[in-house]
């Protein structure tokens, strides 16, 4: 969690939208722009969303383990799929985030 955290800031620094802390076990952002603290589904969903990009930094800058994500993403039947997309970068991710239980989780599981 404290990884996913000093990933989140150090992403944040290109647009100082938020700041984030761990609190209760949980990751939550602080909002400059509201200046109030979003909840953690509101934190999970602005990690995991296309727009803050934050996905698409992780992919272009390499801080995703490909081998652990490989071993955490273990529906065999699409693991072909997804070595083809893998190129395609953080839209696979989005996708695969978008339908996990515990996004935030299995993110977390995949970083370099």
């Known amino acids: 969690m404290e990884k ?7 992403y944040s620094k290109k647009n100082q939208e938020y700041s984030w802390e761990i609190e209760w076990n949980d990751i939550i952002a602080y909002s400059h722009f509201w200046e109030w603290y979003e909840t953690i589904r509101v ?3 602005i990690i995991i969303s296309k727009w803050y990009e934050f996905v698409k ?5 390499d801080k995703i ?3 652990k994500f490989e071993d955490e993403y273990t529906d065999k039947q699409t693991l072909k799929d997804v070595y083809i997309a893998w190129a395609k970068g953080d839209e696979l991710l989005l996708m695969i ?11 977390i599981s995949i970083l370099e």
Do not use: A, C, G, R
């Open 4 to 10: 996913l955290k000093d990933l989140l800031n150090e």
């Open 43 to 45: 934190s999970e969903s």
């Open 57 to 61: 930094w992780l992919v272009e800058n």
């Open 65 to 67: 383990d490909e081998i």
């Open 97 to 107: 985030l978008s339908i996990q239980d515990e996004p935030i989780q299995f993110l």
